[in-house]
C-alpha cells in the first residue's frame, strides 16, 4: 500500500465543511450535508474502484477555504502521484482542486505528524462593501487602530488556557494550546490576521479575530486580551466572526 | 441639477455585461438580459423616484469585471454623495458595490472626460485548476515564457492601427488606438498583463492577451507581434481569452 499526500485548495462557500460534525448533522435534517472530504473520496472512489478513507489535518468550518489543506490516504493502485492529481481535478467540481498529490512516507499522517498549522483572518476595511471577493473576507467598515491589535495579539503568544476563545458549547477537558505565531497586517484595504499554533480548538481563530476587531474599534480597552485569556470564559471575548473571512494557509510537517 | 460621479467595483459573473448590445440582446430571447447599468438604475430609481441614465466610462463584457468603472447621472436631489453611495449599496445585488459617489463638474461625462483606461488580464499560471478564484483567472497549466511576452508586448506602444485585435465581427472604420502602457508582470502564480489606452477596440484586451499566451507558449515566434499588427487581420491574431480573466482596473481623468 503507498501512502497519498494531498494538498488541497477549496472554496468552502457550498459546503457544510471538510466533514460534517455529528451534532451538526443531526441538528439539520440527518442526512448528509455536501463535505469537501465526501467529494474529495467520491472522486477518489470513481478513479480506483474502492472505498477510499481521506484524513486531513484537520476540519474546517462551514464556509471556511483553504489555500493548501492537507490530507492523506492509502491505496494499492499503481497510478502516479501526478495522474491522480490530473484525474482528480478532472471529476472535482470547480470549487475543489488538487493542488499537489505525492507519494509519503508509511508513517506520514496528515493530523498526527502536522508540527503547525496556518490560519488566516482576512477583513476587508474600506467603506464600501465587497463585490468581487464577497464570499472570501469579513467587511468591516469603520477605522480600526491596528497598533493596538498588534499589542494585543502579542499576548496570545505562547502556552495558554484558550477557554475564552472556544465555542461555548463545547466542553473539551483540554483547551491549552500554543499560538506560535500571530501577525496582524495591512495590505492596502485588508487587514490579515495570521495565526500559527500547532493545534485549534472549535471557533478560537474566528473568536481571536472577532476579539482583535472589537481592541481595533475601541470597545474593548488596552489590556483586554489578557483579561480575557485569564478569565478562561467565552463570554469575555469579542464575536465569533464569520466563516466566509478564514482560510487554512498552510500544514507544517 | 447635480452631476454624480460614481467610481463601481463588480464581480461581472453574473451578468450581460455593463449594457446589452443591441445585437446580443436580439440574438438571445428579446428580452433583457441582466445587466450591471439595469440594477444601478433601478436603485437609484428606488432612491430618487426618478428615472435616470447613467453614462459608464464604457462597456464592459458579459463577465468582464471591474475594480473601479466610474459611472455619472444627473439629479436635483438634494441627498448628499455619501447617502446616495449608502443607499445604493443597501439597494444593490452583493455582487455590485459602489466605493465613492461625489459630485463631479458639470461638464464631467464619464466616458468623454476619460483619459484612459486600464484594463487587467489575470492568467493563473500554474499546474492545478484555480478553486478560489475560478471566477477572476484564466487557467493557463504551461509553461509561459514571460520575458519573450514583455518584449512582443512593447510593439503595442504607441499609436497603431489595431485590426488584427479588433473581434472579427465588428466593422468600425477606425481601429487606430494608442496603447500608453502595456506590462507583462508575474506575481507568484499569477501573470499580469495590464495595458493602458484612451480607447479600446471591442475584445482588443481578451485578443492581445490570447496573442501574449501563445508568444509566451512557443507557438507564435519572436517577431510575431510586429507581423500580426501590420496584418490588420484579426485572423493571424490568437485566441479570445476568456472573459472572467478580464477586469477594469481604473479609469484615468
Known amino acids: 500500500m503507498r501512502n497519498i499526500k494531498l494538498t488541497i485548495e477549496y472554496d ?14 443531526s441538528q439539520v435534517t440527518g442526512h448528509n450535508l455536501k463535505t469537501i472530504q465526501h467529494e474529495i473520496e467520491t472522486a477518489l472512489y470513481k478513479m480506483l474502484h474502492k472505498k477510499i478513507y481521506l484524513h486531513a489535518s484537520g476540519r474546517t468550518d462551514a464556509g471556511v477555504h483553504a489555500r493548501a489543506q492537507v490530507a492523506n490516504f492509502r491505496t494499492g493502485s499503481r497510478l502516479t502521484p501526478d495522474k491522480l492529481r490530473i484525474g482528480l481535478n478532472a471529476l472535482l467540481p470547480e470549487d475543489i482542486s488538487v493542488l499537489e498529490a505525492e507519494e509519503a512516507q508509511e508513517a506520514f499522517h496528515s493530523r498526527f ?49 484558550f477557554k475564552s476563545f472556544q465555542a461555548a458549547d463545547k466542553r473539551k477537558r483540554g483547551a491549552v494550546r500554543r499560538i506560535k505565531r500571530v501577525e496582524v497586517k495591512r495590505d492596502k484595504e485588508f487587514i490579515h490576521i495570521d495565526l500559527e499554533a500547532e493545534g485549534f480548538l472549535y471557533n478560537m481563530a ?21 483579561t480575557i485569556l485569564l478569565a478562561k470564559n467565552r463570554k469575555f471575548a469579542g464575536p465569533t466572526l464569520p466563516a466566509k473571512g478564514l482560510c487554512l494557509l498552510k500544514v507544517m510537517y
Open 113 to 161: 505528524s502536522a508540527k503547525s498549522k496556518v490560519y488566516r483572518y482576512t477583513i476587508l476595511n474600506r467603506s464600501a462593501k465587497p463585490a468581487i471577493l464577497r464570499q472570501a473576507v469579513y467587511f468591516y467598515p469603520y477605522p480600526l487602530n491596528l497598533k493596538l491589535m498588534r499589542k494585543e495579539a502579542r499576548v496570545l503568544l505562547g502556552r495558554h488556557d
Open 12 to 25: 468552502g462557500t457550498r459546503y457544510a465543511g471538510w466533514q460534517v460534525q455529528n451534532s451538526h448533522k
Open 206 to 226: 474566528r473568536n481571536i479575530a472577532g476579539t482583535l476587531v472589537e481592541i481595533g474599534r475601541g470597545r474593548f480597552p488596552e489590556g483586554s486580551m489578557k
